[in-house]
């Protein structure tokens, strides 16, 4: 029998910390939850902590911790709650975790997940948000402290899962020509141009294939997903731009490929369904029960591939370059992207604005190296400043 793996997940009350919690209350004798977080949903964070029995859960805002606290008083819980972003930190790097599901949206996850990687603790990285700010330092965080790191993103748990298993981060050691990472190409693949520019949040957050929280929606939509994956890729294979082809592939099936120097193609197939590789990644090594329905081969009949339209998608194309230009840039493009996808879910900026609005940071804010943590934070800042300027101009 495995040994017991404690954990805490970040973001429990997400789309992605959500399905964490079906697949552990599947495996009751596998996994014991330490820690439960959230920004400000008090009401689900405790229907969580009456199901868990965590030690210790945290919000963000302190008017939901006290709801929080009086709800788990009258319940007669066992559980600390806590408030604010440095309990974040503290309930990743406690001695008594085994892993920590990086499933915070956004630069906010990245402090928490940071410290996790430093601590030593194996880390789900959902967050890949982290990757994009703070890649170097987070591998080098992960190098250093030995600690196990586990992609959640479906794409790159399809790459690790077709990379050879004592992949060390040399594609040509391993025999790896390309990285093919497929894109559904989101709601608006086929929408006609013109009507891009008038649509709502509504329809960019109705995904054809996946059930997500509304920020990465918009950025399917975008596919600034997609370029924020392609960074994320790139940090965690050790994968230059160019060996990094995204691949549209509307059906969803196929969640990645790696091509080999000898022609061989691996790819790792799959229902579109979160809770496949957020299993993987909790099991690992192992391969445990995800609630997932088999894939039916029949039902789904052909798969389809195309090249991206970067017209049509230009943040693909400003992710792209901003992995390039290296430095603070890709932290410039997610900050802006963060405030772009905001102002547009609260209708102040069109669709179409959202690369205007980058490329206008990009513009503004100065390139600068990243030596360490304080610099990601600068950029992010002046990037975010930069970007609401340009929302009031
Ligand atoms: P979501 O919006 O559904 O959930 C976000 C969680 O983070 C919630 O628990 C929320 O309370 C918490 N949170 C939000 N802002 C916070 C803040 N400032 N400080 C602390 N906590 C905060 O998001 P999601 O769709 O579950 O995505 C989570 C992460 O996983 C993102 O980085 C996303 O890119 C990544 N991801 C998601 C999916 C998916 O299918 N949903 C797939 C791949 C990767
Ligand atoms: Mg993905």
Redesign the pocket.
Known sequence: MSKLSRLTVL???????KSTLDVVARHPDRYRIVAL?????DELLFEQCQRFRPRFAVL?EEAAAERLRKRIAAAGLDVEVLCG?AE?ERVSTLPEVDAVMA????A??MPPTLAAARAGKKVLL????TLVLAGHLFMDAVRRSGSALLP???EHNAIFQALPRDYAGDMKQSGVSRILLTASGGPFRNTPLEQLQSVTPEQACAHPN?S?????SVDSASMMNKGLEVIEAHWLFNAPADAIQVVVHPQSVIHSMVQYVDGSVLAQLGNPD?RTPIAYALAYPERIEAGVAPLDLFAIARLDFVAPDFQRFPCLALAYQALRAGGTVPALLNAANEIAVAAFLERKIAFLDIPRLIEAVLGKVARSEVRELQDVLDADAAARLAAQEWIAR
């Open positions: 973001g429990s009350t997400g789309s992605i910390g977080t959230a920004q400000q949903q963000l972003a974040l499933a915070i949206v956004g906010a996850g959902a967050n890949k948000e959640i993103d479906s996946w997500m929280g509304r920020k990465i979160m």
